[in-house]
């Protein structure tokens, strides 16, 4: 069964330093998303990003953040100079669509940990 | 805005029990809803869904129905099992997005008991 893969499984960094979240969305899908979870909290949207741009990003999404697509099957994340507050599992998803009812598939998350 | 709540945890429940975990919105327009789960160490997967009023979602036993009179989407299961311990969100779509964007409410805690 197709899923949405995710690399590392866990990242320690150090404040301040720039971190790079990878994701490999379903290959015939259209939509990819990045949503974060501080622990114990929500589960929060970031961005989404369709035909090679963001199509909506949050608040919390601000210049520190930016997502690319550098080639046909991956999607990342970076954050440019990590705080301590980034900690949280960061998920990535993608859909067919944007529509309303459509599903979208969930990776296993990165767990990451600024220290 | 829209918003989602769901009732707090953790829910502990004996083998065999009845579930509900409550889950309300505030949305306008017409938002599709969505139950996901997230078994240990893993991602989150789609349990079920509904796209419009009175619809009812299924799968492995759980369901959950659209009310938009009370604006709810309670997820209930008649009887549980160890295995269906999780977290468990409720979540929506909003009618107008096109971009496909999830909100998600804070998450219930299930633990079963054999």
């Known amino acids: 069964e197709p899923e949405v893969t995710q690399t590392p499984s866990h990242q320690v960094t150090q404040m301040g330093q720039e971190v790079i979240l990878r994701c490999v969305p379903i290959s015939n899908h259209l939509y990819f998303y990045w949503y974060r979870q501080i622990l114990g909290q929500k589960v929060e949207f970031l961005v989404s990003?369709?035909?090679?741009?963001?199509?909506?990003k949050s608040e919390i999404f601000d210049d520190q953040f930016s997502v690319e697509r550098p080639d046909g099957s991956n999607f990342t994340l970076k954050i440019r100079s990590t705080k301590l507050e980034d900690s949280a599992m960061y998920f990535c998803?993608?859909?067919?669509?944007?529509?309303?009812?459509?599903?979208?598939?969930f990776g296993q998350g990165t767990r990451l940990t600024v220290v | 805005g829209n918003s989602v709540t769901q009732m707090e945890g953790p829910v502990t429940l004996s083998e065999e029990a009845f579930l509900t975990i409550n889950c309300t919105y505030t949305?306008?327009?017409?938002?599709?809803l969505f139950w996901y789960v997230q078994y240990p160490g893993e991602g989150l997967q789609l349990l079920l869904k509904a796209t419009k009023a009175d619809d009812k979602g299924s799968n492995k036993g759980f369901e959950a129905t659209y009310r938009k009179e009370t604006t709810s989407f309670h997820l209930e299961k008649g009887s549980v099992q160890v295995s269906d311990s999780a977290v468990y969100f409720c979540?929506?779509?909003?009618?107008?997005?096109?971009?496909?964007?999830?909100?998600f409410g804070q998450g219930t805690t299930l633990q079963v008991k054999p």
């Open positions: 998803a993608s859909s067919t669509a944007g529509r309303r009812g459509t599903e979208a598939f």
């Open positions: 979540a929506l779509r909003h009618g107008s997005s096109n971009t496909g964007k999830l909100i």
């Open positions: 990003f369709y035909n090679n741009e963001i199509s909506e």
């Open positions: 949305a306008t327009g017409y938002p599709s």
